[in-house]
C-alpha cells in the first residue's frame, strides 16, 4: 500500500478511537479518571492495520479524548500506555495468527474466563446506580441489575464460541486484545500509583479497567468485521 493510504489509516483510526472514547463515559471518583469504549477502537484499529497504526491511534486518539473532556492529568500517561497497547495488540496479533496450535485451547479457555471475569466484574464493580456521560454532553445515573451482568457474560461467552467456529482467528484477536489489555491495566495503575500518587486508591480503577478490556473484546471482531467489508470496498474503487 501506499504511504498516502497508510497516513489516511493512521488519521482515520485516530479519530475513531477518539470518538469511541468520548461516546460514552463513567466516571471514577476516587482516581478522577473515567470508564470508556475506547478499547474497542484501539484493539479494532490494531487488528486490520497492524502494530504501527495501532499505536499511533491508541496513543494519540486516547490521548486527545482525555484533553477535550478535561482529563488532561491523564494525556501524558494515556498517550503512552494506549499507544503501547495499540501496539501489542497490532504486533502479536501478527505473529499469532501464523500458527494455530494453540487455538483449540483458546476456544475452549477463553469463554470460561470472559464468563467468569465479567459476571464478577459487573456483578462487583457495575451493579447499581453509575453516572454515565453520553458524547460529551448528556449525564444520567443508569441502573443495571445484577443478573443482567451474568446473563450479559454468558451471552458473550457464547458469542466467542460461535465466532470462532466461524472464523478461526478470531480466537488469535482475542488473546492478542487480552494481552494488550493488561499491559493497558498495568500501565494505569502504575501511572496513577506513582506518577498520580493517588497511592492505595489507584486499585479501584483496576477492575474498571478490566471491565474496558473485556468491552473491547467482545466488540472488536464485529467491529473489525464491518470496517473489513467498507475497506474492501473503498479498495477496489481505488
Known amino acids: 500500500m501506499s504511504r498516502a493510504y497508510y497516513v489516511s489509516a493512521a488519521a482515520l ?18 482516581t478522577r479518571g473515567y470508564f470508556n469504549f475506547g478499547e474497542l477502537g484501539v484493539y479494532a484499529v490494531a487488528l486490520l492495520f497492524g502494530s504501527r ?9 486516547s490521548a486527545l479524548a482525555d484533553l477535550l ?16 497497547e495499540g501496539f501489542v495488540v497490532g504486533y502479536l496479533y ?3 495468527s501464523e500458527s494455530s496450535r494453540w487455538r483449540s485451547a483458546l476456544v475452549c479457555a477463553i469463554p470460561v474466563v470472559v464468563f467468569a471475569l465479567l459476571s464478577y466484574v459487573g456483578y462487583v464493580y457495575y451493579s447499581g446506580g453509575q453516572e454515565w456521560t453520553l458524547g460529551m454532553a448528556l449525564t444520567a445515573t443508569l441502573t443495571a441489575p445484577r443478573i443482567a451482568w451474568i446473563l450479559l457474560a454468558l451471552g458473550l461467552a457464547s458469542l ?14 482475542v488473546l492478542a486484545s487480552a494481552l ?21 486508591a489507584a486499585l479501584v480503577e483496576v477492575p474498571f479497567n478490566v471491565g474496558q478490556v473485556l468491552v473491547g473484546i467482545a466488540g472488536s471482531a464485529p467491529l473489525v468485521a464491518a470496517l473489513e467489508r467498507v475497506l474492501g470496498k473503498a479498495r477496489t474503487r481505488l
Request: contains cysteine; charged residues 10%.
Open 94 to 96: 501478527e505473529r499469532l
Open 13 to 30: 483510526s485516530t479519530a475513531l478511537v477518539a470518538v469511541l472514547t468520548l461516546a460514552v463515559q463513567v466516571y471514577i471518583p476516587e
Open 180 to 200: 494488550g489489555g493488561c499491559e493497558m491495566v498495568l500501565g494505569y495503575f502504575l501511572y496513577e500509583y506513582l506518577a498520580l500518587g493517588f497511592g492505595s
Open 69 to 84: 473532556t478535561g482529563y488532561s492529568y491523564y494525556a501524558p500517561g494515556t498517550l503512552a500506555i494506549k499507544g503501547l
Open 53 to 61: 497504526i495501532g499505536a499511533v491511534a491508541g496513543g494519540v486518539g
Open 160 to 173: 466467542f464460541v460461535y465466532l470462532s467456529a466461524k472464523r478461526p482467528a478470531y480466537a488469535a484477536m
